[in-house]
């Protein structure tokens, strides 16, 4: 198998992320007096990770339903959000009313002090595990973690089904993708015990896998077929399925789930109209939008396309919490592949 062949696979992954279905959202009601009091506010102020294409969609669609609240939206990767509302902390500013995205950003924002227990009214129609206990978060969409194939190389009988499946010996010598990210190993940590868990993967690595950088890029390679297994995000394997590429995929169980969450400001400049958008981020219209970019929405009545997405699996939840042990994970994790 040459690399060289990735390359076109990459032009047309592209194609795939960025093209989403025709666009209808229903629209959903809000609180009158949360209404007439972001009304005073006139703004909102909305840092965000979630891609530039579907955050102002987002904003567009608020802003069409709440015309006298101005949204200002400012996005960026993980470590510059979380370093710049940092910095504004330090200097005594607290610019942002609603921040959302990976959940690398909950723990250094929560030692902080800096994020607000809110329990908004659309959480109702959400599985309880995927909103905080405490109100210091909701998720607004997800992304499982599960076995892809390339259905050239892997018939649909000879697919493991099992993560111990995946120890036969003839998936050795680079026959599986795996992300640099140790995420996987952490999350199911709290579930098989970290014992079980190491050695598991310890097991795994003695298969020979191939560590690659994202799951962007393990999707292209796995349709590419530079592997005939990878473990990677649902969505995008899903997504290329739906484009004709010779990709599908099955879920390991438990399927590790990863959170992006949504989180209110502690001293937010506009707290009525930061509601408002948090509650619009998880309501109906706002998860409608969530699913037209590919993304999986999270709400009992907006299921992603198709629901076996989040459906019909056991899974683990990779709370926003977790991210606090996740450097010693990692340091294992990058010990167990031999990673840099």
Request: proline share 7%; net charge positive.
């Amino acid at each position: 198998m040459k690399r060289s062949r990735a390359v076109a696979f990459f032009c047309f992954f592209l194609v795939v992320v960025f093209s989403g279905p025709s666009r209808s959202w229903s629209q959903s009601s809000a609180d009158s007096k949360l209404v007439e009091a972001a009304k005073k506010e006139r703004e909102v102020v909305w840092y965000t990770t979630t891609s530039l294409e579907t955050s102002k969609v987002i904003v567009d669609q608020f802003q069409k339903k709440f015309p006298f609240v101005n949204v200002t939206l400012y996005r960026t990767g993980v470590a510059p959000l979380t370093s710049r509302i940092l910095l504004e902390a330090r200097a005594g500013k607290h610019e942002w009313d609603v921040v959302g995205g990976g959940g690398e950003l909950f723990v250094p924002l929560m030692e902080a002090k800096l994020i607000a227990q809110y329990r908004s009214s659309e959480a109702k129609m959400m599985d309880e595990d995927l909103v905080d206990r405490q109100g210091y978060w909701t998720a607004y969409t997800v992304t499982p973690f599960v076995l892809g194939f390339n259905i050239k190389i892997v018939k649909q009988q000879e697919v493991p089904k099992t993560y111990e499946a995946l120890l036969d010996p003839k998936w050795k010598g680079q026959k599986i993708g795996v992300d640099t990210s140790a995420g996987v190993l952490h999350a199911l940590m709290p579930s098989w015990g970290k014992e079980r868990a190491t050695a598991y993967f310890r097991q795994l690595a003695a298969q020979g896998p191939t560590p690659t950088d994202g799951t962007s890029i393990i999707a292209q390679l796995l349709s590419a077929g530079e592997f005939p297994l990878a473990f990677g995000s649902a969505h995008l394997f899903e997504l290329l399925n739906r484009k004709g590429a010779p990709v599908d995929w099955l879920p390991l169980e438990p399927v590790v789930i990863r959170v992006v969450p949504t989180m209110l400001g502690a001293k937010p400049r506009h707290p009525n109209a930061a509601r408002l958008l948090y509650d619009f981020l998880i309501a109906k219209e706002g998860q409608e939008i969530i699913k037209s970019f590919n993304r999986i929405p999270v709400r009992k009545d907006v299921l992603p396309e198709p629901p076996r997405l989040l459906q019909g699996y056991k899974r683990v939840i990779m709370y926003p919490e977790l991210y606090k042990n996740l450097p010693a994970t990692q340091q294992l994790y990058n010990e167990i592949f031999k990673l840099k």
